[in-house]
């Protein structure tokens, strides 16, 4: 289960990095290493045409997979921008 402090955390930390500038694509990149169980959250920016810039948001231990999958589902309605998880 997915708290809500947790999601008002990464929200929180996202937002001042969502600039909304013209041609940039922004993306939140969900990060789940199996044999750790450990999931990190990045934010990554980029203009077309130039390099991509990735910041690590935070990252949680002891997360399973089904924890991961809700925390897509809830700030893909809750931020702007594409969530993928890797």
């Known amino acids: 289960m997915i708290s809500e402090q947790m999601t008002k955390d990464l929200k929180k930390a996202i ?6 500038e ?3 694509l922004y993306e939140v990149h969900l990060v789940y290493q ?5 999931l990190n959250v990045f934010f990554e920016w980029g203009r077309i045409g130039h390099a ?4 690590q948001i935070r990252s949680f231990s002891h997360s399973s997979l ?3 999958q809700e925390l897509q589902q809830v700030l893909s309605q809750l931020l702007p921008v594409t969530v993928r998880l890797n």
């Open 66 to 68: 089904e924890q991961v």
């Open 34 to 38: 199996v044999f750790s169980d450990q």
């Open 52 to 55: 991509t810039t990735s910041r």
């Open 22 to 24: 013209k041609n940039t």
């Open 15 to 20: 937002e001042p990095l969502f600039k909304r």
